[in-house]
C-alpha cells in the first residue's frame, strides 16, 4: 500500500470494528462520514448504517455507495452532534466517531487545510460561515493569541497572533504558514513544523470542534440502546481529555474527592456507561505506514440501561 492510499485508510479500523461488536441486522451511526471507510467495514459486517458528514463533498462523494448497499445506507448531510435529533425513533446499536480533519480534506489544497499546500485560507469544513481568512483578518490581537494559544497549546501564542497582525491581510495558506515559521524562527531540517500547532487551533475555532465534540457524546448518550457501543478515535490531547472526561464522569468512574477534606453527600445519577475498555493505540505497522495514526487514541465504553442526563431533565 502507498502512502497516499494509507492516509485513506480508517485509523484503528480493527479495533473499532471489534469494539462495535457488531451482530447483523443492527442498526449503526457513523458520525464523520469522510470517505466512508468505517461505513463501509460496518456494511461489511452486517450493520444497517445512518452516516453523518458536514462536508457536503463528502455527502456527494458517499452516494455510490449509497447505491451499492442495498437500502442499508442513509447518509445525512449534518453535523454528529444533531445525530439525536434526526435519527429520535432508530433503535441505535453503536455509534463511532472519528474526530478532526479528514485526510480528504487534508488532500484536496483549495479546502486551505494544510500548511504543506498552498490554497486559500479556509478550513471551513461545512463550507459555509467565517473561513479562517475572515477570521485572522479581523479579529482581535487578543483572541487570535488565545485561540492559537488555548486549541494549540502553543506558549507562543503572543508572538505569532502580533506577527499574523502585522502581515494582514492574508488570504492564502502558504503565507500563513510563513508568517508563522518567521516568527517562531523556523528552520530547514527541523523535526515539526512550526506552523503545525497554529494551523490545528485555527481550524478546531473555525468549526466549533471541541464544542461540537462535547455534544456529539451527549448525542450518543441519549440515543444509544442499553447494551449499545460507543467508540471514539480522537488525534490530539485536546480532544482525548474530552471523551476520557466523559466516560470517566459517565460511567461513575469521577474521583469522590479528597480523603482530607470534609465529606459532601453527594447523590450521583446512575452511570450511563459500563466503566471504559483500556484506551487503544495504533500498532506500530500502522504508524509506519500511515503517519496520521501516529497520534490516534481509541476510547470505547457499552451503554447502560440508566436514563441519560438530558432524559432526566
Do not use: W
Request: proline content about 4%; glycine content about 8%.
Amino acid at each position: 500500500m502507498t502512502l497516499a492510499a494509507a492516509r485513506h485508510v480508517p485509523v484503528l479500523l480493527d479495533e473499532v470494528i471489534e469494539a462495535l461488536a457488531i451482530t447483523p441486522g443492527e442498526t449503526h451511526v457513523d458520525g464523520t462520514f469522510g470517505a466512508g471507510g468505517y461505513t463501509k467495514a460496518m456494511l461489511k459486517a452486517g450493520a444497517k448504517v445512518h452516516a453523518f458528514d458536514q462536508d457536503p463533498d463528502a455527502i456527494a462523494n458517499g452516494q455510490d455507495m449509497v447505491a451499492d448497499a442495498d437500502g442499508n445506507l442513509a447518509l445525512h448531510h449534518a453535523r454528529y452532534s444533531e445525530m439525536a435529533e434526526i435519527l429520535i425513533d432508530e433503535d441505535i446499536e453503536g455509534v463511532t466517531l472519528d474526530i478532526g480533519v479528514s485526510s480528504m480534506q487534508l488532500d484536496q489544497a483549495e479546502r486551505g487545510f494544510s500548511f504543506q499546500k498552498d490554497g486559500p485560507l479556509d478550513m471551513r469544513m461545512a463550507r459555509d460561515g467565517e473561513s479562517a481568512a475572515d477570521f485572522l483578518n479581523e479579529a482581535e490581537e487578543e483572541m487570535i493569541a488565545d485561540v492559537i494559544y488555548r486549541y494549540g497549546e502553543e506558549r507562543r501564542s503572543r508572538r505569532i497572533a502580533k506577527a499574523i497582525v502585522e502581515a494582514r491581510p492574508l488570504t492564502r495558506t502558504s503565507e500563513l504558514a510563513q508568517v508563522v515559521r518567521k516568527a517562531l524562527g523556523f528552520r530547514a531540517g527541523d523535526k515539526k513544523d512550526p506552523a503545525t500547532r497554529t494551523f490545528q487551533a485555527i481550524r478546531i475555532h473555525i468549526n466549533r470542534e471541541l464544542g461540537e465534540l462535547e455534544d456529539g457524546l451527549a448525542a450518543a448518550e441519549k440515543m444509544l440502546r442499553p447494551g449499545g457501543r460507543l467508540a471514539v478515535v480522537t488525534f490530539h490531547s485536546l480532544e482525548d481529555r474530552i471523551v476520557k472526561n466523559f466516560l470517566r464522569d459517565r460511567s461513575g468512574q469521577k474521583s469522590a474527592g479528597s480523603r482530607h477534606l470534609p465529606q459532601v453527600n453527594e447523590t450521583r445519577p446512575a452511570p450511563t456507561f459500563h466503566k471504559p475498555a483500556k484506551a487503544v493505540r495504533p500498532a506500530g505497522a500502522e504508524q509506519t505506514l500511515n503517519p496520521r495514526a501516529r497520534s490516534a487514541t481509541l476510547r470505547s465504553a457499552v451503554r447502560t440501561d440508566a436514563p441519560s442526563g438530558e432524559s432526566e431533565q
